[in-house]
């Protein structure tokens, strides 16, 4: 899959294609069926199918300071969606020109005159241009003018739930990993580099990957969970702390991961966490002795849970 950053990075050569547009957060259940109708269209058409999305997300430069919670990093996003099957990843930098484009210059800079785009695929609810004024009957009037069809496609829902970034936030918000991942269509993953802690963790015996993640990572509540550590091709059961350590009078919130049956050092390196089970939430102990207690229960819960 061709990853490009800016109109710009786009082929000069590149030629008629079928379009998907979003900002793709989490690469969900939802956003999954609009890649993978783009990606189906474009192969019974014998055209090439990209993905373009947005950097960073159009919220923080509307209402800065209002960035959601991330469910997934920029890399991450575009592994997912070479997954599927897409050819192409754009990004587009959200800039207040980009902010600034009504719809029918929005879709002849980008879909027509550097996408050439000949069918785009989009949810029902899609909105663009300049403060959301087009919607999916604007882009339909717009192909028409331009020469492009468009593909709408109704949300997916499951028991009168429609899924979105914005529930599958709500999801990890309270620690429901279960729900979060039935909509996410896989674990909810986060990704950072281990680096050096309190080490309280190995003065109690339980020695801690210490994870310190970008800004505005979608976090679970905090807890305990039963989790997969991966670092490169592994995969490895952990029961993971989220919060701010309050049998410590902790302040920051902080992701440690106690790695089963594995003694290695890994500070520096890039790792990954699939949140599976919530054991329980965050709890302060009056004393080492009930925290140790504790800690070897959620070890042994872990091992279940995980089948480790």
């Not at 000949?118 to 331009?146: C, I, M, P, S």
Request: charged content about 25%; overall charge negative; proline content about 4%.
């Amino acid at each position: 899959m061709e990853r490009w950053r800016g109109l710009e990075a786009v082929p000069s050569g590149w030629g008629r294609s079928v379009v998907t547009i979003g900002v793709f957060d989490g690469v969900h259940r939802g956003h999954r069926q609009l890649i993978e109708r783009a990606v189906e269209v474009g192969r019974e058409r014998g055209l090439r199918s990209v993905v373009v999305t947005f950097d960073p997300h159009p919220a923080e430069l509307v209402r800065p300071g209002s960035h959601p919670a991330a469910l997934t990093t920029l890399e991450r996003r575009a592994d997912l969606v070479a997954e599927i099957g897409a050819d192409a990843f754009c990004v587009l930098p959200f800039t207040g020109e980009l902010a600034r484009m009504d719809p029918a210059e929005f879709a002849h800079e980008v879909l027509v005159d550097t996408l050439h785009a000949a069918v785009v695929v989009v949810g029902t609810n899609f909105t663009f241009g300049y403060k959301a004024a087009g919607d999916l009957d604007t882009l339909r009037e717009l192909g028409t003018r331009f020469g492009f069809a468009v593909d709408g496609l109704d949300l997916i829902t499951d028991d009168g739930v429609t899924f979105s970034s914005t529930y599958i936030r709500s999801c990890i918000d309270a620690g429901d990993m279960d729900a979060a991942a039935a909509a996410l269509g896989r674990l909810h993953r986060v990704d950072g580099v281990v680096v050096h802690g309190d080490k309280r963790g190995r003065e109690l015996g339980f020695p801690t990957a210490n994870v310190s993640c970008a800004a505005h990572t979608a976090l679970p509540a905090d807890g305990v969970y039963a989790a997969w550590f991966l670092l490169g091709d592994r995969r490895l059961p952990s029961a993971v702390s989220v919060g701010s350590n309050p049998t410590f009078s902790g302040r920051v919130r902080t992701v440690e991961a106690f790695v089963l049956d594995v003694n290695e050092d890994f500070y520096g390196h890039e790792v990954g966490i699939e949140f599976a089970h919530r054991l329980r939430g965050m709890e302060r102990y009056d004393g080492i002795e009930p925290l140790i207690a504790q800690m070897k229960d959620d070890v042994a819960q872990t091992r279940k849970l995980l089948g480790a």
